[in-house]
T-cell receptor, first 109, second 114 residues
Framework: QKEVEQDPGPLSVPEGAIVSLNCTYS??????FMWYRQYSRKGPELLMYTYSSGNKEDGRFTAQVDKSSKYISLFIRDSQPSDSATYLCAIAAGNKLTFGGGTRVLVKP | ETGVTQSPTHLIKTRGQQVTLRCSSQ?????VSWYQQALGQGPQFIFQYYREEENGRGNFPPRFSGLQFPNYSSELNVNALELDDSALYLCASSSPPQGNPEAFFGQGTRLTVV
C-alpha cells in the first residue's frame, strides 16, 4: 500500500464547475498537507498547505484536512480552462515530501 | 528574487553512462532536495542537502549521489545509468529543512536513457 493514494483521473469538468480532488494517507506522523499544480513539462507549483484539520481558503482554492479519517481534499471553485493541469497532493514529515500519483484535470470551455 | 533553476532541461544518455544534473536554489534558501518523477507518477524523494551535508535519503541505490556547494547550489550524480532511470528529475529548495514545509521546484531535467 502506498503511503499517499490519489485517484489518477482524468477528471473532466465544464468551465465554471467546482473541481473536487482528494487523497488518502496512511502515516499518522505526517505533519503538513500540501497541494501542488503541475502543468505539462513543468515543475510542480505550490498552491497551498495546511497542518491542522479543517478548511483553509485561498481565493478560488479550499484545502480540507480530516486527520481522523486520514483524508485531504482540494476544491477549486469557478474552474477555468487555465486550471487544466495535474494536481499533486503531498504530505510533509521531517525533511521530505511524500506525493500522491497526481490527478489530471481538464476544464473544458 | 530568483527562482529555482535546473540544467540541462533535457538530455539523452546511453545505458551504463554517468550523468550530472545541476540546480541553483532560490535566493535565501539553504536546503535542496532532489526528486525523481517517472511518467504518470508523483515525484519520489531521492535525498536532501542542508549546509553541504546529506540530510535524509529515500529508497534509492548508492549510484545516486549528490553534492551541495557553499552557495547552496547542488548536483545530482547518477552512475551506471539504467533504462528505468529515465524520468523527470526535480530539484526543490526550501529554508530551513524542518518547520517550514514550503518547497519550491525548478522546471526539472528530463533524462532519457537509451
Amino acid at each position: 500500500q502506498k503511503e499517499v493514494e490519489q485517484d489518477p483521473g482524468p477528471l473532466s469538468v465544464p468551465e465554471g464547475a467546482i473541481v473536487s480532488l482528494n487523497c488518502t494517507y496512511s502515516n499518522s506522523a505526517f505533519q503538513y498537507f500540501m497541494w501542488y499544480r503541475q502543468y505539462s513539462r513543468k515543475g510542480p507549483e505550490l498552491l497551498m498547505y495546511t497542518y491542522s484539520s479543517g478548511n483553509k481558503e485561498d481565493g478560488r482554492f479550499t484545502a480540507q484536512v480530516d486527520k481522523s479519517s486520514k483524508y485531504i481534499s482540494l476544491f477549486i471553485r469557478d474552474s477555468q480552462p487555465s486550471d487544466s493541469a495535474t494536481y499533486l497532493c503531498a504530505i510533509a514529515a521531517g525533511n521530505k515530501l511524500t506525493f500522491g500519483g497526481g490527478t489530471r484535470v481538464l476544464v473544458k470551455p | 528574487e530568483t527562482g529555482v533553476t535546473q540544467s540541462p532541461t533535457h538530455l539523452i544518455k546511453t545505458r551504463g553512462q554517468q550523468v550530472t544534473l545541476r540546480c541553483s536554489s532560490q535566493s535565501g534558501h539553504n536546503t535542496v532536495s532532489w526528486y525523481q518523477q517517472a511518467l504518470g507518477q508523483g515525484p519520489q524523494f531521492i535525498f536532501q542537502y542542508y549546509r553541504e551535508e546529506e540530510n535524509g535519503r529515500g529508497n534509492f541505490p548508492p549510484r545516486f549521489s549528490g553534492l551541495q556547494f557553499p552557495n547552496y547550489s547542488s548536483e545530482l550524480n547518477v552512475n551506471a545509468l539504467e533504462l528505468d532511470d529515465s524520468a523527470l528529475y526535480l530539484c526543490a529548495s526550501s529554508s530551513p529543512p524542518q518547520g517550514n514545509p514550503e518547497a519550491f521546484f525548478g522546471q526539472g531535467t528530463r533524462l532519457t536513457v537509451v
